[in-house]
């Protein structure tokens, strides 16, 4: 059969970006990784990379940028509880309990976040198993239940849950961490039990609609033991059925995360918890981006070795520093911090900062050695090859990579010019991405 001039011209196109056109389904071959993605007529995005690390696990993982930071504040608690009022009140011609029991009977893990910048649903089941959790995506999608018995159940549930945050350590270490280091942000502020009064029905059932009805926001992720073919079909089946939407949630509006100015610091105390928790915080100087995040995390992993050396020599404990890049407004890359935190014995707290920041200053001054710099490039890969044996790690980088529009392929390290990275370029990055002038610190002790 003759194909139409016009088509024509199109397969050839999509050829040459790696797509084949079958079935109103775009097909994309990620050789590197070998991972395959699908663009669904309804706008979705899928990814599938099959694995055998697990004899029968496959993770789910469906990303949107958006969530209930873009709400007006009278409205965030309205949009904080939608979702669990939605779970509560079940799908399809399923209750809540009805959806419990067959996620048990099918061996299925099942989750949905509405979280202040984003939209997740994600879980866990064997790969005979694929069909029933993308049906259950698909009720999600097309025959969502909001009924006021779901809403004031939820209600209910989160007076206890609340109640219980109150009094927990990490919870509170948390929300005073980011309320200094974002300066009160609002939709990083926990919800409390008064803001309950504030939920209106109506408005928290238009939100969750909004939240998880447009297909074209989200992308899906599945990782782990199947047939890439079988899990096609699947997908074109219960996600590709999915009706598209002509208009947009409205929620993927980007938050600045004013960090203050100068040094701050703060003490609290929080339960009887033995000994203190401290987190220096320092606000990037550069902008994150897909060419350079390998590299911000390398420079945090060089500080990291040189600081726990170091704290060991002198204290004979490591007192577990950690050094890591955060997103306060994940997954949007604005604002981004590098955070150094260990725990000590509150009378050591100071005297270890000290040593932090004098350290931070003769690094920045002096760089390293390039023998540190082919240490931690041994350290790296050997990392790198043990991640990329883990299935949890694939469903979440590539949920990431996707998210912030990137190349998937370069979540392998191979597949960057990491391993290339000089001394001289180590140390650049050391001089650039914080200053000792501009940094909070934040401590928590026991009453």
Request: hydrophobic share 40%.
């Amino acid at each position: 059969m003759r194909i139409p001039f016009l088509r024509q011209i199109l397969l050839v196109v999509l050829l040459h970006v790696s797509f084949i056109a079958a079935e109103d389904v775009l097909i994309r071959r990620l050789i590197s990784i070998n991972a395959t993605e699908l663009l669904l007529a309804n706008g979705m995005k899928i990814c599938l990379k099959p694995t055998d690390f697990e004899s029968d696990e496959v993770l789910f993982k469906f990303g949107a940028l958006g969530g209930y930071g873009a709400l007006d504040a009278n409205d965030r608690a309205s949009g904080e509880i939608s979702v669990a009022a939605a779970w509560e009140s079940g799908m399809g011609s399923m209750s809540s309990d009805q959806v419990s029991v067959y996620l048990y009977e099918h061996m299925l893990e099942f989750e949905l976040k509405l979280m202040p910048f984003c939209r997740i649903i994600e879980g866990v089941g064997k790969k005979s198993e694929i069909g029933s959790f993308l049906c259950c995506v698909d009720l999600l999608f097309t025959q969502q239940k909001f009924t006021k018995e779901g809403s004031e159940s939820a209600i209910r549930e989160a007076k206890t849950i609340l109640g219980k945050k109150a009094n927990d350590y990490d919870c509170a270490y948390e929300a005073e961490f980011l309320k200094v280091n974002t300066e009160g942000l609002p939709p990083l502020r926990p919800l409390r039990v008064e803001d309950l009064s504030k939920v209106d029905f109506d408005k928290a059932r238009q939100i969750f609609h909004r939240s998880f009805s447009n297909p074209s926001e989200f992308t899906c992720i599945i990782v782990g033991n199947f047939d890439v073919g079988k899990v096609i079909g699947l997908v074109k089946k219960h996600l590709g059925e999915i009706k598209s939407q002509s208009g947009l949630s409205g929620l993927n509006k980007p938050i600045k995360a004013p960090f203050p100015t100068g040094i701050t610091e703060a003490s609290i105390c929080v339960g009887n918890h033995p000994g203190a928790l401290t987190r220096l915080t320092f606000p990037m100087q550069v902008k994150v981006e897909e060419k350079n995040i390998h590299e911000i995390s390398f420079i945090c992993q060089v500080i990291e070795a040189r600081l726990r050396n170091l704290i060991r020599e002198k204290m004979a404990l490591s007192y577990g520093v950690d050094v890591s890049y955060e997103f306060p407004v994940y997954p949007y890359l604005n604002n981004p911090w590098v955070s150094i935190r260990f725990r000590s014995e509150q009378q050591r707290v100071q005297e270890i900062k000290k040593v932090i920041l004098e350290e931070l200053k003769h690094l920045q001054a002096d760089g390293v050695d390039p023998r540190e710099v082919d240490l931690i490039k041994k350290l790296e890969l050997g990392c790198q090859e043990f991640w990329l044996k883990d299935n949890f790690y694939w469903v979440s980088m590539l949920t990431n990579y996707y998210l912030w529009g990137w190349n998937p392929e370069r979540v392998d390290y191979k597949n960057t010019s990491l391993m290339e990275l000089s001394a001289t370029s180590v140390n650049g990055m050391l001089k650039q991405l914080i200053s000792l002038s501009n940094y909070s610190e934040i401590t928590a002790t026991s009453k």
